[in-house]
């Protein structure tokens, strides 16, 4: 008897495109591996966003003071985007305690947020149907699902970008000035959290502004202003702040990698990127409906205005887009709608063969499980990761207080996993000059694995691992000091700095 009510009540919701289906298959997808450590893709973006969230709780929650971890012996305000994802997440751990359930639940949260608010922006602009399609797929496709629950603030700017869209065509429709503000308002958070919003949310809305004669009304054209005006103001800060302390992500300046426009130019960056969309974004079958609704509805549309506008992005910022896969998520709130559209005209014209229709959805969402397993949830695991047993080996072994020579690179998963503070060296980095130097600012130990360097990573240089290992163990050491990692069994070192006073 419950059985045949669930399935009456399920039979309803998916008769009628409810969105609740959608939008708890989406929850269920985002909830895997929510107690997971920070460890695997993108581990060290995650690190770096979890360690200033941590370190906001321990210093009052002043929110115009980010810090790292990898600062060493200095205060570790860094030059950063705006933190407001961070300063969330520390408020959350100030309610609850730190834990990162905290920080993906808020993630997830916003995720979710985002399902609804495209379904609502997609039914507006097309029907019911296509955009319970479209939704469907953009809560499965893996790169939407896995970013939706990273310690990232990925998925809070996602939500606010679909959700300024939303309610700009909701004011071009009722022409209700709160619906304008509060879309202006999200527009402008989004572009603080990261300045690429400004153009793959800012193009469409001002190409529909231009398509509806209302550019000059209302006098629109003050929010832009005021969006640019408040992204100055925190840039220029953070900027400030960040030739005053020496740390920074590298967003300005002439020694940042972000903008290297002479990869224009090269082949292999349109080839590499064209491939990483079509299997990681798409799963290639979710291409052919996109290129279907295009082909019908033709390119005057919101959605495919998104898409170019996401793509010049790529060309504004051609590293970081082509590296880091996170960049070409804002795809997916504009072809989405795309596919679903194509999806339901493509279901129409095939309306007697409904079993190709089932292998396709099928294929899709299977697809989506595999990669989202293999390429994502399996990289979480501790046994997958060795710079989990090395944190553990500091974090067993040594003080919370005590400074850490951190030889993984450029990576902070070791140093936030081991809740300690520390420098980021790469092995050529290590001499005896650089060790005693680091010792003289204060570093305790020096810690590492022998089987990577950053979590992603190999360390193979086996010239290099010699070197290293006579640095670091050799045979003069005291037993009165700590040394763990010398042995050939040993994956992961831990050397008490005192003991090389030999140097």
């Known amino acids: 008897m419950i059985y045949r009510q669930i399935r009456f009540i399920l039979y ?12 708890f298959l989406g929850l269920t997808l985002r909830l895997v591996n929510i107690n997971a450590p920070v460890l695997g893709v993108h581990s ?7 360690s200033i969230a941590r370190n906001f709780l321990s210093n009052d929650l002043i929110f115009w003071q980010p810090q790292v971890n990898w600062s060493g012996s200095t205060s570790g305000f860094v030059e950063c985007e705006f933190p407001l994802y961070q300063y969330l997440v520390a408020n959350l751990y100030k309610i609850f305690g730190v834990n990162e359930v905290f920080a993906r639940g808020l993630s997830i ?7 609804l608010f495209l379904f609502r922006l997609t039914k507006k602009i097309f029907n019911l149907e296509v955009a319970w399609w479209g939704t469907l797929f953009y809560s499965i496709l893996p790169i939407t699902v896995f970013y939706s629950r990273t310690i990232q603030p990925e998925s ?43 153009f793959w949310i800012g193009i469409p809305i001002l190409i529909s502004a231009y398509q509806r004669d209302l550019i000059f009304k209302y006098k629109l054209y003050i929010f832009p202003i005021l969006t640019i005006l408040a992204c100055f103001i925190w840039y220029s800060y953070s900027y400030e702040m960040g030739q005053s302390t020496g740390l ?17 130019l090269e082949f292999r960056f349109y080839l590499d990127l064209l491939i990483r969309i079509l299997f990681r974004n798409f799963l290639l079958l979710g291409f052919f409906p996109i290129f279907l609704s295009i082909k019908i509805i033709g390119t005057n549309n919101m959605f495919f205005i998104g898409i170019l506008s996401v793509l010049f992005t790529g060309l504004i910022n051609p590293s970081s887009f082509a590296i880091h896969e996170y960049y070409q998520l804002p795809l997916m709130i504009f072809s989405c709608p795309l596919m679903g559209y194509g999806f339901v005209r493509l279901k129409r014209t095939s309306y007697q063969n409904n079993i190709l229709i089932f292998i396709f959805t099928t294929l899709m969402f299977l697809s989506s499980l595999i990669m989202l397993k293999i390429d994502y949830w399996d990289m979480e695991h501790k046994s997958r990761q060795p710079v989990w047993d090395t944190s553990q080996l500091i974090k067993n072994n040594t003080n919370q207080s005590d400074l850490i020579i951190s030889i993984t690179g450029g990576d902070p998963t070791m140093l936030y996993l081991a809740n300690r503070k520390g420098w980021l060296v790469s092995p050529v980095e290590i001499t005896e ?9 204060g570093a305790k130990y020096i810690s590492g694995s022998w089987n990577v360097i950053e979590s992603y990573n190999k360390f193979s240089d086996e010239k290099l691992k010699k070197r290293l290992s006579k640095l670091i163990c050799n045979t003069s050491i005291s037993d009165q000091f700590y040394r763990k990692g010398c042995e050939e069994k040993d994956n992961s070192y831990l050397i008490d700095l005192q003991s090389l006073n030999n140097f």
């Open 12 to 23: 309803n919701h998916l008769k009628n495109f409810s969105i609740w289906p959608v939008f």
């Open 44 to 50: 060290w973006r995650q690190a770096d966003t979890a």
């Open 109 to 115: 949260t916003f995720g979710c947020l985002s399902i």
């Open 156 to 198: 809070l700017m996602i939500f606010l970008g679909i959700f300024s869209l939303e309610r700009w065509i909701t004011f071009i429709n009722t022409k209700n000035i709160k619906t304008l503000l509060l879309s202006w308002l999200s527009f402008t958070l989004a572009v603080l959290i990261k300045v690429l919003p400004l």
């Open 248 to 264: 920074t992500f590298g967003l300005w300046g002439s020694d940042t990698d972000r903008y290297s426009w002479l990869t224009l």
């Open 433 to 441: 000059k650089s060790i005693l130097e680091w010792k003289s600012r």
